[in-house]
């Protein structure tokens, strides 16, 4: 695989999306000279990163760039992909950008069909809370973060994946977490038992020894839970009650927001969280 920090020019298309402005911004960190171009005016800060509205194939005649990164709205016939093509200049998929940077890292992958988002910004609110400074990518933005990106110079990279196009295969992280896995982006995947496997291929792509942890309560990742290969690393469920690895019961709404309840461990309670 291309590790995209050997490049010292890269051109975003589509840079205004969620996905690409946090890795432009994060490619931007790592002190690539970054341009992009979209359709519209950035729903996302961009800070010093210029970003172009429309496509051209000026943009590659004139930045000439080391790497054409696109997004996954993108089409290969676009002129400025052409204009690329016919200039031997490579062209790399967000995923494979965005893989390549992980992979150089410890990462916690978070996939699943629902809940990415969310279990995203509360992952990296810890770490960032523990002082662990890692790196962050998220499809949003997190009004605690403040950004959907964040350059730490800790071991941890903690990324939302997308299974819409099947490009989540391309990670492989130290702690592989699956929230659920249903049968969505049907264009992707024909069948149900498809995205199965896609869950189980991501889940065996983890780093030799490194963690699994599914929601124990969801068909879909149970399944997954069957399939994988046991020989990777540790799996660990969690669930409501005290029947899973890490579970939780008696939950209570705060006045003024926040939660409160009992953690369980293997059967055992282990305190009440007060969050």
Known sequence: MT???????????????AGMSALAKLLYAHGLNVTGCDLQTPHYDLGNIPCSIGHSQNHITDLKPDALILSSAVHRNNPEVLCAQSLNIPIISRAEALSSLFNQHSGIGIAGAHGKTTTSSMTSLIFLEAAKNPTVYIGANVPDIGSNAISGTGEHFIA????????????????AIITNADWDHVDHYPTRESVLQAFTRYADGRKQGGSLILCAEDEGASRVCEMCSKSRGGILRYGWEKNHDWGASDLEARPG????????????????LEQ
């Open 160 to 175: 939302e994946l997308d299974e819409s196009d099947g490009t989540f295969e391309l990670f492989h992280p130290q702690i």
């Open 257 to 272: 927001g926040g939660i409160s309840c009992t953690v369980w461990h293997n059967g055992q309670e282990s305190g009440r």
């Open 3 to 17: 590790d995209i920090l050997n490049f010292r020019r890269v051109h975003l298309m589509g840079i205004g999306g």
